[in-house]
């Protein structure tokens, strides 16, 4: 009798017939099946969505916007695919949408801001040092153009590859490549104008 847990890829697999078979279901008008869709992905397509935009009102009107575009395009969707790229997709061009007009943001976006320091096993002072790099990275995150951060929060905060964020995004993975290392130039540039010159490491896109 074979006990042995499923494999990383046997879970993936199971993960993209599960939403397929509630996909299908919200075809058919299925308000469960949508609902336990929003109840698995409205986590991560918040997070998304509020990366770009750094306004919780839009992003809040995002989420439920592409949940309602899920529902109206079910049937157009692949379900040999998985979801979740095409749920930052379509979250990704509605942030673009809802910006055009707005006003610089001015809201904290913590995580994003912690993921994009590369991993340190940091003495006391190494890590009060990444705090205050991280308040400041936090003010530079402001500098960037939704097209930058939108990279930024597929790469650094979804860890998709440059290959993964160029399908998502309808892009070369040059353009991708270029977009990541602007935003990262951006960044470093704003953190040592202010800092001085900080022990920054961010992960080149190369992958």
């Given amino acids: ?26 075809a058919q008008g299925d308000m469960q099946a949508l609902e336990a ?9 918040y997070q998304t969505a509020f990366g770009v935009t ?4 839009v992003a809040e009107e995002v989420l439920q916007d592409t949940f309602f575009r899920l529902y109206r395009y079910a049937d157009r969707i692949n379900g040999e695919l998985p979801l979740a790229p095409w749920l930052y997709r379509v979250t ?24 994009l320091f590369a991993p340190y096993h940091q003495s006391p002072e190494r890590a009060a040092e990444q705090n205050e790099l991280q308040a400041l990275l936090q003010t530079a995150l402001t500098d960037l153009e939704p097209k930058h951060r939108a ?3 597929l790469r650094y905060l979804h ?18 490549k270029s977009r990541l290392f602007h935003a990262r130039k951006v960044l470093k540039q704003r953190l040592e104008q202010d800092y001085g010159t900080p022990d920054l490491l961010l992960p080149d896109p190369v992958s």
Avoid at 37 to 45: E, H, M, P, W
């Fill in 159 to 176: 860890e998709y590859s440059v290959a993964e964020i160029a399908e998502i995004m309808g892009l070369p993975e040059g353009t991708v």
């Fill in 37 to 45: 869709l929003f109840t698995k992905y409205q986590a991560s397509v």
């Fill in 54 to 57: 750094r306004d919780v009102q």
């Fill in 1 to 26: 009798m074979n006990t042995s847990s499923p494999t990383l890829a046997e879970r993936q697999a199971a993960s993209i017939a599960e939403d397929a078979a509630l996909v299908t279901a919200v």
């Fill in 151 to 153: 990279v930024l929060v």
């Fill in 92 to 115: 990704i061009n509605l942030c673009y949408n809802r910006l055009k007009g707005l006003r610089a943001w001015t809201d904290s976006f913590h995580e994003l801001a912690e993921r």
